[in-house]
């Protein structure tokens, strides 16, 4: 089943935050990131494993309740690279990932 | 290192015709991970394979196969095509054992 993520999308300007929130009805191994920009293929940004941990790429942070089964993807002063499509995917105990409908953020000046 | 390739990158095709799509994944890559994006539905997983073997299915009909060779490449088909079936066809290939998933630029099906 696939993950829930909001909000469908997102306009900011430049050195605004943002938050993306990804949640799963089963019990999750893993949550991943992943950001795509228009015609081009997604790039992975980090995962996240069981205990709820939290990481970081650039200014770009996320976390992960495992009990309740949500991630959260912090965007903090967004610079106009930050623009793109942002997939949650989510891996469970069997290991099928599967990805949420994305979330679409556009960055302005 | 060269990136995960695949062809075509675009391919037009009529309803009822089949289509093969083919995916190199990063040298030394095992597994190799097939998905299906269109517009407001995400990327939906299709296949995993890992060794020649699938590991995993998506929620496809059976029109849609896969198969992974003895260098790692794979190959979807899509037999008796329809309308729905127009999408970004993205093939992703990972390391034995690690989370990261590597995207190619995917091939774009039109079906007409």
């Known amino acids: 089943q696939q993950p829930v993520q909001s909000p469908q999308a997102v306009i900011l300007r430049e050195g605004e935050d943002a938050v993306i929130n990804c949640s799963s009805s089963?019990?999750?191994?893993?949550v991943h990131w992943y950001r795509q920009k228009h015609g081009e293929a997604p790039v992975f940004l980090m995962i996240?494993?069981?205990?709820?941990e939290q990481k970081g790429h650039e200014k770009i942070s996320a976390s992960f309740n495992e009990k309740k089964q949500q991630s959260s993807l912090y965007l903090t002063a967004s610079q106009l690279s930050y623009s793109g499509t942002y997939f949650c995917g989510t891996k469970d105990s069997w290991g099928k990932l599967q990805f949420g409908a994305g979330t679409q953020v556009v960055v302005t000046p | 290192k060269a990136g995960v390739t695949q062809t075509p990158r675009y391919l037009i095709k009529t309803r009822g015709q089949q289509v093969t799509l083919s995916c190199s994944p990063i040298s030394g890559h095992r597994s190799v991970s097939w998905y299906q994006q269109t517009p407001g539905q995400g990327l939906q997983f299709l296949f995993e394979y890992f060794s020649e073997t699938q590991r995993n299915k998506g929620n496809f009909p059976g029109r849609f196969s896969g198969r992974q060779f003895s260098n790692s490449r794979s190959e979807m088909n899509v037999s008796t095509l329809e309308l729905g079936d127009s999408a970004l066809y993205l093939c992703?290939?990972?390391?034995?054992?690690?989370?990261?998933?590597?995207f190619g630029p995917g091939t774009r099906l039109l079906v007409l």
């Open positions: 089963k019990a999750l191994y893993s």
């Open positions: 992703a290939s990972s390391l034995v054992f690690q989370e990261t998933q590597y």
């Open positions: 996240l494993l069981k205990g709820g």
